[in-house]
């Protein structure tokens, strides 16, 4: 039986003046992922000429969440095969001006980022309830400062009769009008006025 020669691979065809300019200025991705119609060009014939692998390379490609539609990506790669005669100067020129030019057809399609459990609990407790910083109104018998309320010296006593003063009357002790409650200021004026009755000499 006759042996059958093995075919020697074939060397990959050199890539064209076309294919060889997206390659050299091309080839990469940018770390900005800001891609232009070259990277388009570049990615496609990597992908073999599919529309739909191509759109899936650029979609990871690029910053943003997007979706391409084909006939965008028609409009770009149908161009292509139209430079032929890339070893003329003003082709050559026409081709890199038209590779230049920034990829904007795409629609992105990003989603609002929903707050975090963590930023939602600082929303509440900044709006929370004024309640917590209400002021509080001292206990009957307390005063302001948590001492014991100076003595009352009221004006008049139950039957009008004018209550005697005991003492000098203070500026502290007129101000402590104010820390007694209604039910021990009429007590106090009823003990001052039998305090009076008791000190007045019968006639």
Known sequence: MKKKRQSASLPPPKPGIAHQHLIDLYGSIPENRKLKIGHILCLFLENGKSVAKTIRAVVRVLAVPCSISQNHLASITNVYPSFKHLE????????????????????????????????????????????????????????????????????????????????????????????????????????????????????
Do not use: N
């Open 88 to 203: 003329r100067d003003k082709e050559k020129e026409r081709f890199k001006e038209f590779c230049g030019r920034p990829f904007t057809l795409f629609t992105v399609t990003e989603q609002p980022t929903p707050p975090s459990p963590m930023d939602i609990s600082i929303d509440q407790s900044e709006a929370g309830p004024s309640s917590q910083c209400e002021y509080t109104e001292p206990e009957p018998g307390s005063s302001r400062q948590g001492g014991t309320p100076e003595p009352d010296m009221p004006e008049r006593g139950p039957s009008g009769v004018p209550v005697v003063e005991l003492g000098p009357v203070t500026p502290s002790a007129r101000r402590s009008e104010g820390f007694l409650t209604p039910r021990k200021k009429k007590l106090k004026r009823r003990l001052d006025y039998l305090t009076y009755l008791r000190s007045t000499p019968e006639h």
